[in-house]
């Protein structure tokens, strides 16, 4: 299969913009479905944000055949992802967002919501079941989500309570041994109370052969989630909504193979573990003549267990070789917040939002691993305490009947307390700012253009990591500079956005384009000292860093039966102010897991009234893996493809993803940690999804 070229992607935006241009004409606002976005400070209808988002419905999420949250986001035109783990938990929107987390706490740039309950860096309970919409921020979100919207934005709404009977079924099966069940059921329990629940059970063996211990599972699945919602109107004024989550993930990990293939040699497989439960509760009172208040408060505890076979291979793979162990991280976290807000009355021309945010986040962290300059087996523990303080605002400000003006503004302020096992004592204190600027005008009934002046932040933190090695044996030479790297800096991005969304007067083509270039300054970015096996890692701030780019979303009735969807990605990177992890400084290149182009397109056929067939394709850019090495992933394209059957209230599905069985790679490192070739240097990586095919079964009632 031929690579897909950039100069193919900048033709078919070409086109694509021409014809937003040309066929943007009046149209009857009541013959499209409205699309609301909830992650806003208020709800908003997309076709009226003055930003990128992409947003999925239940149908995009049953249409990908998506498990997990990660099988979605090649759909998303300039997201990345990395794995590090089971789960492709860490998330890249524009070219950023972290990689990885180890030892030291990290501020996410791109966060994860679910119903309301922050889960950022939580990822790897992230189930599509029973999800109602996905939402993707892209570009500076400070003023929606504080120091976790840095590059944007993930938020999840599973399906609501309604007064309506509903019994949703799901069960499937797939090659890997891989299997899925789910069940869903909402209705009203009194004329006033209405419930949902839903429970799901993922399993898989996995995709890699560990031939050591004779086993093909050791990168196993297996995730249960359960929700549940109740939706009380207490009256006519009070409405009160619960949400309750429980997550179990007991994941394998073993992914790192010392023969750079999806074969493995560890005798002490790891484990990517989440035990979590939260509850959300929020309360809507109108009862005010001027504004109605909205207030919430979320609880969240997380067990979570992150091990790994540090050596990838076992006692004797070489002469002498005596050595075997596991590193592991343990952590114990919990999250209170409360967010309290008034907005005007609905129907009022000038609309506005205030309100206040206050979290309070503790996280103890155990370690167990082996320590090279003892040479003995050893312990670390961390506990990690931040409160987060806010006051925001949105006003809207109508020019004109097609022309308005929105404005918001959140002033932040983050007190992180850290203190570890080798007495290291710190604390950071950082505030900060996000806002943006937006015009709107309203082309006419069905297109609007727009600009946006945006800058979002991220706080600081402690390189605790960094702190313990300063009187280690062997990082003598780097205690100076371990030393200065004892705290790093808030980062902050300020963007630009231009955009036009809407549809063409037939009803038959709608488009979602934009522009934007952003600035970065203090980039926070992981390095790594590394001696003989020894690793320190560390975070610290470049100078600074540009990206920019473009993004399309285009749906198109090709004829009555026949759809498509368009989704193209441009982005153009540019870091200076660092050094790699042999000291060799960085200047101009490209930021690491940002690829210059992705495509997501598919043609969905509705053959007759009971069967239809998808074809989708992901097409990808090469990308750096990292900032402390050059090593870079491969291009790829992956094609899927599914047959559906309808019948009443069930369908039936055939699937396959990554149908020709590409192989491809979304997380690598560069050194040497093989004993049969003396250590010799290596890209090493972590890869995708091999091809999949399976049976969905669904019935809905």
Request: without cysteine; proline residues 2%; charged residues 20%.
């Amino acid at each position: 299969m031929k690579q897909f070229k950039p100069t193919l992607l900048a033709s078919l935006m070409a086109l694509s913009l021409n014809s937003i241009a040309a066929q943007a004409e009046q149209i009857d606002n009541d013959s499209l479905e409205t699309i609301v976005v909830q992650g806003t400070l208020t709800s908003t209808p997309l076709s009226e944000m003055a930003s990128s988002i992409t947003v999925w419905d239940d149908v995009s999420i049953e249409q990908r055949h998506a498990q997990h949250l990660e099988q979605m986001l090649n759909r998303a035109a300039n997201v990345n992802f990395a794995s590090g783990a089971s789960r492709g938990r860490f998330i890249q929107i524009r070219g950023i967002g972290e990689r990885s987390q180890f030892v030291d706490p990290i501020n996410p740039s791109v966060g994860f919501i679910v119903d309301g309950i922050n889960y950022s860096g939580l990822g790897a309970g992230a189930s599509m079941f029973d999800v109602a919409q996905v939402e993707v921020f892209k570009g500076p979100n400070s003023t929606r989500f504080g120091a976790d919207g840095l590059a944007g934005m993930i938020n999840v709404i599973s399906k609501e309570a309604d007064a309506r009977s509903t019994v949703d079924l799901q069960a499937g099966v797939a090659n890997y041994n891989s299997w899925h069940l789910g069940a869903a059921a909402g209705g009203a329990l009194t004329d006033s109370t209405n419930f949902r629940v839903s429970v799901y059970q993922n399993r898989s063996d996995g995709f890699i052969e560990n031939t050591f211990l004779d086993r093909d599972d050791t990168q196993n699945i297996d995730e249960f989630s359960a929700r549940a919602k109740l939706d009380w109107q207490a009256s006519s004024e009070l409405n009160i909504k619960t949400v309750l989550h429980f997550i179990d993930v007991d994941n394998g990990y073993d992914a790192f193979s010392l023969d750079r293939d999806r074969t493995t040699l560890s005798d002490e497989p790891g484990f990517d573990r989440q035990k979590s439960q939260a509850i959300a509760i929020k309360g809507a009172y109108q009862g005010y003549s001027w504004a109605d208040l909205q207030l919430q408060v979320t609880h969240l505890h997380a067990d979570l267990g992150y091990a790994f076979d540090e050596d990838w291979s076992y006692v004797g793979i070489a002469p002498g070789w005596e050595y075997s162990s596991t590193d592991e991280y343990l952590r114990d976290r919990n999250e209170q917040s409360v967010e309290f807000k008034f907005t005007s009355k609905p129907g009022i021309q000038n609309s506005w939002t205030v309100g206040v945010y206050y979290a309070d986040k503790d996280e103890e962290l155990q370690r167990n691993f082996f320590d090279w300059d003892a040479y003995t087996d050893a312990q670390f523990f961390s506990d990690v305490t931040r409160k987060d303080a806010a006051i925001f605002g949105e006003y809207q400000y109508h020019l004109s009947e097609r022309s308005w003006l929105t404005s918001s503004l959140r002033l932040s302020s983050q007190q992180l307390d850290y203190q570890d096992s080798n007495q290291v004592v710190t604390s950071v204190d950082d505030s900060d700012w996000g806002a943006q600027f937006s015009y709107h005008y309203q082309v006419d009934a069905q297109t609007m253009l727009y600009a946006s002046a945006l800058r979002s932040f991220k706080m600081g933190g402690v390189n605790g990591e960094a702190l313990s090695k300063v009187d280690s044996a062997g990082f003598e030479e780097f205690r100076d500079i371990l030393l200065a790297h004892k705290a790093f800096k808030p980062e902050s991005l300020l963007g630009v956005e231009l955009g036009a969304k809407g549809s063409n007067n037939a009803g038959d083509l709608t488009y979602d384009a934009n522009l934007f270039y952003q600035w970065r300054d203090d980039i926070q970015y992981k390095n790594w000292f590394v001696k003989d096996q020894s690793f320190a890692g560390f975070y610290n701030n470049a100078a600074d860093g540009t990206n920019y780019g473009i993004e399309v979303q285009l749906g198109y009735q090709l004829s009555e039966q026949v759809s498509s969807f368009v989704n193209l990605g441009w982005l153009k990177t540019d870091i200076s102010g660092i050094s790699r992890q042999d000291g060799i400084p960085i200047n101009h290149r490209e930021q690491a897991h940002a690829p210059e182009y992705q495509v997501n397109a598919g043609v969905n056929w509705q053959i007759n009234s009971a069967f239809s067939w998808l074809l989708e394709l992901d097409a990808k850019d090469d990308f750096y893996y990292s900032y402390s090495h050059d090593s870079r992933s491969d291009k790829v394209v992956l094609v899927h493809t599914s047959l559906d059957y309808q019948m009443d209230n069930w369908k039936i599905s055939l699937y396959a993803r990554n149908l020709f069985d590409r192989e491809y790679a979304n997380r690598g490192f560069f050194f040497g940690n093989d004993p049969r070739d003396e250590y010799l240097e290596h890209t090493y990586e972590q890869f995708g999804e091999p091809r999949r095919f399976g049976i969905d079964v669904n019935y809905h009632f």
